[in-house]
């Protein structure tokens, strides 16, 4: 297993467009979380999946950001109509979890670097 | 939501050296990482410590859940320990990172 993969790892877009970015986690790992992060700040918690549900998608930055993950396997992060504040890193991580939390570790991938113009 | 403080935001050692770095958090936590974000923006999981001690070479950390705390001890410090390091918890669906401790190592 190579990890956690992410794809593309850099966009350019023009406002207004709509985004997808994809991420494979590590074939064995149920959770998958995304997170965003700027430019000097700590990445941010955006939903996260535990196989194919969506247990937590409050902290999804507005109504424009949607995420799926078919059949609990790979993750999709769709972002509509962006905006120039949309630009930042976006990143994957995936892990092992039971109940209310991970039970080891997160990895996470290289990120996707999103650029509004 | 829960609340995690990093200190110090920065630090700046001679090669060798040996250092601390705080997180602290404002609630109770399901479990604890510490994280090393290399300059070209690789996180890498350091520890997954939820509660107690565990040692990773020069490294190593310390949760005490009760009081809130963790503590990451990197000893001889090397120019390649140099990056941001950030601690995260996850409570109640709330996985939380904080602003990190940016290390700079000279040699």
């Known amino acids: 297993d190579t990890g956690v993969s992410q794809d593309p790892r850099h966009k350019i877009t023009k406002r207004g467009q709509n985004v997808t970015f994809r991420c494979d986690p590590i074939?064995?790992?149920?959770?998958l979380y995304w997170y965003r992060q700027t430019l000097g700040q700590g990445p941010e918690f955006l939903t996260y999946?535990?196989?194919?549900?969506?247990?937590?998608k409050s902290r999804l930055l507005s109504d424009r950001f949607s995420a799926e993950r078919p059949k609990g396997s790979f993750s999709t992060l769709e972002i509509q109509r962006t905006e120039q504040g949309d630009s930042a890193m976006y990143l994957c991580a995936s892990s092992l979890g039971q109940g209310g939390a991970a039970n080891y570790g997160y990895t996470f991938g290289s990120g996707t670097r999103l650029t509004v113009v | 939501g829960i609340q995690v403080e990093q200190s110090p935001p920065d630090l700046i050692l001679q090669e060798g050296a040996n250092s601390t770095l705080r997180c602290n958090f404002s609630?109770?936590?399901?479990?604890l990482q510490w994280f090393h974000q290399n300059p070209w923006g690789q996180l890498i999981n350091l520890f997954y410590i939820p509660s107690g001690t565990k040692q990773n070479g020069r490294l190593s950390a310390t949760t005490v859940a009760t009081e809130r705390y963790s503590l990451l001890y990197i000893s001889s410090s090397q120019t390649t320990d140099s990056g941001v390091y950030f601690c995260a918890v996850e409570s109640n669906n709330d996985m939380r990172f904080g602003a990190g401790t940016r290390l700079t190592v000279k040699p």
């Open positions: 074939s064995e790992h149920n959770r």
């Open positions: 609630d109770s936590v399901n479990n």
């Open positions: 999946f535990q196989n194919e549900a969506q247990l937590e």
